[in-house]
């Protein structure tokens, strides 16, 4: 199932930002409360290609608000970036091959996608809303052209 949209406002939901990021390996990890039922995450790339965070934890069924914001100044057509998260059908580096071609659909396959903001250039943010899925360990990345190798993490859900 694909999912891409942007979040404007969040009315009448119990929201809570979880600050606990520990650092790893150069890369920070950020792990959600269980408690929590929306979980707010904010993504950061720029134009070295790197997210900021390696891993990222939170809990089945939780909603998550993943705003991905580009701290670079090039602009999406030559330096673009996204989010999206994989299904476990397909290993990374096929996914990655497969959404280098589908320019037409904003670097997302039609299939294998959980769920895939739009390409944002230097100084633009982006967010995407959804619930997170069954328990296991998931793959996120940039699906611009030929960041995927670099540009990735572990989505893992408890």
Not at 101 to 124: A, D, F, K, Q
């Amino acid at each position: 199932m694909l999912s891409v949209f942007g979040i404007s406002s969040c009315q009448n939901k119990e929201t809570k930002t979880q600050e606990a990021e520990t650092e790893i390996m150069g890369g920070k990890v950020f792990e959600s409360n269980k408690e929590d039922s929306v979980v707010q995450i904010t993504l950061n790339s720029n134009d070295k290609l790197r997210f900021d965070i390696e891993e990222i934890i939170v809990y089945e069924g939780q909603t998550i608000q993943l705003t991905l914001k580009h701290e670079g100044t090039m602009p999406s057509t030559a330096m673009g970036h996204n989010f999206v998260l994989k299904e476990n059908s397909i290993p990374l580096f096929d996914f990655g091959e497969k959404a280098m071609r589908s320019v037409n659909t904003g670097y997302l396959p039609v299939e294998n996608v959980i769920v895939g903001s739009t390409v944002i250039g230097g100084g633009e943010t982006t967010t995407v809303e959804f619930k997170a899925p069954k328990k296991g360990s998931y793959d996120y990345l940039c699906t611009f052209t030929g960041h995927y190798p670099v540009m990735n993490g572990k989505f893992i859900v408890k």
